[in-house]
Nanobody, 124 residues
Framework: QVQLVETGGGLVQAGGSLRLSCAASGRTLSSYGMGWFRQAPGKERAFVGAISWSDGSTSYASSVKGRFTISRDIAKDTVYLQMNSLKPEDTAVYHC?????????????????WGQGTQVTVSS
């Protein structure tokens, strides 16, 4: 069992930045990928970005590529999502996710564990 706890959401103006954190506990993460998904009101949950814990390789949704960066701190068992140049359409609940097989599997939505989510609101 892996527990995921997100922090760092909030309200920001368009063009601003936020950093989300996801602290993991419960299992060794070396075989896992971790990532972020988001769900806007009335929409399905969508992939944002993912990282392989073992080598740090990443993948991103096209809508955030170049603006968002995912990273990990192995010592802290924490994954981060740095979000820059935020737009109102980035408004959503952001969920941390973990799954076996690295960033590719997480990007495909093959996820075993979810965090509770943190709200990000971008005002225009």
């Amino acid at each position: 069992q892996v527990q995921l706890v997100e922090t760092g959401g909030g309200l920001v103006q368009a063009g601003g930045s936020l950093r989300l954190s996801c602290a993991a506990s419960g299992r060794t993460l070396s075989s896992y990928g971790m990532g972020w998904f988001r769900q806007a009101p009335g929409k399905e949950r969508a992939f944002v970005g993912a990282i392989s814990w073992s080598d740090g390789s990443t993948s991103y949704a096209s809508s955030v590529k170049g603006r968002f960066t995912i990273s990990r701190d192995i010592a802290k068992d924490t994954v981060y999502l740095q979000m820059n140049s935020l737009k109102p359409e980035d408004t959503a609940v952001y969920h941390c996710a973990a799954g076996l097989g690295g960033h590719v599997m997480v990007a495909r939505g093959i996820v075993a564990y979810w965090g509770q989510g943190t709200q990000v609101t971008v005002s225009s």
